[in-house]
């Protein structure tokens, strides 16, 4: 497909989307003590106001790739522009607790129909090759530098205009990427799917999993993995995970297509993804608690530390990751991103008692940053490679969706190991052997699962062929161009 010159605006449109999305994750964690103390909120309910968001963002993720298939992908960004701005102003007006919450998981609802959305647009306005890969190196370097900023953005709005305009900032930038949608994006007639039947009983099954799932590791932060609640949900998604399996392999059009399961690098790339962001949010986690444990850094203060792991990603994914993709494949790639970053893990069980930033720490959060940028564009590259454009809503809300179970998972244990040892320097050490572990995981499963050539397995989404040459019946409606 041939890129316009209209195509840079939409890079800039999804950007922007991902960006504000990835932001609010962060961005309320340093506001929280005074959220707290203005709307009188109990200590056991604060919590909810970063896991609600969490909670609907990864719960609904896989769901919201379906949807701009099914329904547009135009439509679907532009809609979930729209609940997650007006979720943001209900959040800012908040005068209760029940209110904030309410309009968190709104706001995470809406932004769970944005990355999916915004990486299918990118699959077929960018040519699969060089500037795919130039588009999604971007776009992920973009991502990468989302949490940084919200730490800081977070510290200085709470201590300038107040904690409101943490959400308020949100509806101009909304307003104008809804705006900007309108404007650059065509009209796209609905997938031929949503003209037979739409996979319900897949929906309510995979998405009830996802929240469980999602919902159970967020409660073991505090209830532990042993407890009676936790075990009952992580029992409870796996039995719908499994009633998920039953219904679509006897569905007519599931809401996973076998074709997408038997597409060899759409699969290795989202165990990729689930480990590579594992291990990195994990190792994010567990570096701001030592800064501010250990170093007695303000929060404001730690992210502008993490700035060494946000500028490498940002360079490395934008520069050299993208383009090294086309040269040496993404399986090495990726190779290589796990192999730093278990490195960084590895020495940083053996951070001293009383670290240094510049000699201790900020070499390792260099190398975070540098395997990151290799790794992080090469797995959105695969999994979008050899996809059809019906299915790139989908290949887009699977990566995205284990992006956010792993890292949730990974921090989740990490912080378990952490309460269980204190927080010492000992502590810290063990803590960073689930990075560590995350990282060579990654790494044997990248040599294993990725094939050697750029797509694998029996059927090639975008080839247009079943196995034997059958051809694979074509849309009929118009595409997005």
């Known amino acids: 497909m041939r890129t316009r010159p209209r195509s840079g605006l939409v890079l800039l449109l999804c950007c922007l989307a991902q960006f504000m999305v990835v932001l609010d994750v962060a961005i309320v964690n340093v506001a929280l003590p005074t959220i707290q103390r203005d709307l009188h909120i109990t200590q056991g309910s604060v919590q909810w106001i970063v896991t609600a968001y969490g909670l609907m963002l990864g719960g609904f993720l896989l769901l919201g790739g379906r949807i701009a298939d099914l329904w547009g992908r135009r439509r679907t960004l532009i809609t979930g522009l729209a609940v997650f701005t007006t979720a943001s102003v209900l959040a800012g ?7 904030l919450v309410a309009a968190r998981a709104v706001q995470g609802l809406g932004a769970a129909m944005v990355p999916p959305a915004a990486l299918a647009i990118l699959a077929v306005t960018f040519a699969e090759g060089a500037q795919r890969n130039r588009a999604l190196g971007v776009y992920g370097a973009t991502t990468g530098i989302s949490a940084s900023i919200g730490v800081l953005a977070s510290g200085l709005l709470t201590a300038g205009p107040g904690w409101r305009w943490i959400f308020f900032i949100n509806a101009p930038v909304g307003v104008g990427l809804i705006a900007l949608g309108v404007l650059l994006l065509p009209h796209q007639a609905p997938g031929r799917a949503v003209r037979q039947r739409f996979d319900l009983g897949g929906a309510l099954t995979a998405t009830g999993g ?39 392999t006897r569905s007519s059009a599931p809401l996973v297509p076998a074709a997408a399961v038997r597409n060899r690098s759409l699969v290795a790339a989202n165990l990729a993804a689930f ?38 990603s940002f360079v490395t994914a934008a520069t050299s990751g993208a383009k090294l993709v086309g040269i040496v494949g993404p399986r090495r790639l990726i190779t290589a991103g796990f192999g730093v970053l278990a490195v960084a893990a590895y020495l940083l069980t053996r951070v001293p008692a009383h670290p240094h930033y510049a000699s201790s720490l900020m070499p390792m959060l260099i190398l975070t940053g540098f395997a990151g940028g290799l790794a992080a564009p090469a797995v959105q590259i695969s999994a979008l490679t050899g996809v059809h454009h019906d299915m790139a809503g989908l290949a887009g809300g699977l990566v995205e969706t284990m992006r956010e179970v792993g890292g949730g998972i990974s921090v989740a244990v990490a912080a378990t190991v952490l309460a269980s040892r204190g927080l010492d320097a000992h502590a810290f050490h063990r803590a960073y052997w689930v990075v560590f572990a995350a990282a060579g995981l990654g790494l044997l499963v990248t040599l294993v699962a990725f094939p050697r050539r750029g797509r694998g397995g029996d059927l090639s989404i975008a080839s247009g062929k079943r196995r034997g040459g059958e051809p694979i019946p074509q849309p009929t409606g118009p595409t997005h161009r």
């Open 93 to 99: 007006f908040a005068g209760s607790t029940g209110v």
């Open 210 to 248: 996802l929240l469980l799932l999602v919902y159970a590791v967020s409660r073991s932060s505090t209830h532990g993995w042993r407890s009676t609640g936790t075990l009952g949900l992580l029992a409870a998604s796996a039995v719908a995970f499994v009633v998920f399996v039953v219904i679509e």
């Open 275 to 312: 480990l590579l962001f594992g291990a990195i949010f994990a190792s994010i986690f567990l570096g701001s608690l030592l800064m501010q444990q250990a170093l007695g850094y303000s929060p404001t203060r730690t992210g502008l530390a993490w700035l060494a792991t946000t500028v490498t």
